[in-house]
């Protein structure tokens, strides 16, 4: 669940790159609402203290900005003299309660003015208004899977398998002729395989070095 108001809010002014780089919202037929947190993050700048509707400027008037995983931030603006109920530093769960609507700092009427940055750029909030910021891909998984597929590939042979040489050295380093068009794996010990052809051990290599026919 993610989300800034109730589910049946009413956007008064859409995102417009460059005029307008956020969303305004109103509840549900028009009335001001609690302003809950759209995700779970850390509150990073708060106004309560504002007083007054301005006429122009682009004042925020009342906002919570908060920091979420993966270089977002939400803001939520213009909200009711003292009623910013969290502090900076605080961790907010998604949907719970940080202020309630107002028509503090530039601004026509009570509402909610909604913003949404990724690394501190304004970015484009409509998609997320009912829906979850984009999901964090967490690269650390990476390395483990690399290993299991080293693994895996160490685990490919087997005593009987019918293989060639990608490189022509053994095990120690030495260099090979070639001898038949295809060995069988006659004895496997870690990453050290026994080739055979027409009976006859031919050579030690190193797995890494054949490939399955
Ligand atoms: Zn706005």
């Known amino acids: 669940m993610s989300r800034v108001l109730n589910k049946n809010h009413i956007v008064t002014y859409g995102y417009k790159k460059g005029i307008h780089n956020g969303i305004d919202l109103v509840g549900e037929g028009y009335t001001l609402a609690d ?8 509150v990073v700048a708060i106004r309560r203290d504002y007083r007054t509707t301005d ?11 908060i920091k979420h995983e993966g270089g977002y931030e939400t803001l939520y603006a213009h909200m009711k003299f003292n009623s910013v109920c969290v502090n900076v530093g605080d961790v907010i769960k998604c949907g719970q309660k940080i202020g309630t609507m107002g028509a503090t700092g530039f601004c026509f009427g009570a509402h909610l003015h909604f913003e949404v940055r990724k690394d501190g750029v304004k ?36 005593v009987g398998d019918k293989v060639i040489p990608t490189k022509l050295v053994d095990y120690n380093g030495t260099h090979l002729k070639q001898y038949d068009d295809s ?3 006659s004895q496997i010990n870690g990453d050290r395989a026994v080739l055979t052809a027409r009976n006859q051990v031919w050579a030690a290599m190193n797995i890494k070095n054949i490939k399955h026919v």
């Open 55 to 65: 006429k122009s400027g682009n004042s925020y008037g009342n906002y919570v900005k």
């Open 35 to 42: 302003v809950i947190a759209h995700s779970t993050g850390t």
């Open 183 to 185: 060995y069988i794996i």
């Open 123 to 158: 970015i484009d909030p409509t998609s997320f208004i009912d829906g979850n910021l984009p999901e964090v891909k967490r690269e650390e998984t990476k390395p483990i899977e690399k290993d299991e597929a080293k693994n895996e590939a160490k685990e490919n042979f087997k």
